[in-house]
């Protein structure tokens, strides 16, 4: 049985059913960490985005962050399991490394991520962290498909 599950959070009701799916793998010793990545928010050059606060809007993010994981944490405690978070910070790196990294650092033994199912068009230009971190993860990987 698997003992400590790194699960990706990102407040979509496909990463709930992914934390769903890691609480009830999770017998009474096993450890959940819950994870959400902030991503840096870059200026946009030109004149109709000059009244932008980027510094606003990447607190707004954190806030986020923050209010998702607590809300993630509550869900596993309320299911009786041990679990803590963390959020990352992407620092331009692609998403999946930077799981994949934290999930090496922590020395988890399974990851449980929810995967949107995107294809053609909107997979190309949004692009898959899931199956990204399936291609880079040194551990299983298991994929909760949105419903």
């Known amino acids: 049985m698997y003992q400590r599950t790194f699960v990706p959070i990102d407040g979509s009701a496909t990463s709930e059913r992914a934390l769903k799916e890691a609480i009830s ?4 010793t096993a450890q959940l960490r ?3 990545v902030l991503e840096e928010i870059y200026p946009l050059d030109g004149e109709g985005f000059a009244f932008i606060d980027y510094a606003a809007l990447q ?3 954190r806030h986020t962050g923050e209010r998702t994981l607590t809300q993630a944490l509550k869900t596993a405690q309320k299911s009786g399991k041990k679990a ?3 959020l990352l910070e992407a620092g331009g790196k692609r998403i999946a490394n930077v799981l994949a990294s934290d ?6 033994d399974m990851i449980v991520i929810g995967t949107h199912g995107r294809t053609g068009l909107n997979r190309m230009l949004l692009g898959s962290v899931a199956e990204g971190l399936v291609r880079v993860a ?5 994929l909760i498909r949105a419903e």
């Open 34 to 36: 819950l994870v959400y």
């Open 59 to 61: 607190e707004a993010v």
């Open 84 to 86: 803590e978070t963390a």
């Open 25 to 28: 793998l999770a017998d009474n």
């Open 138 to 142: 040194s551990i299983p990987v298991l």
């Open 103 to 108: 999930a090496r650092d922590w020395q988890a």
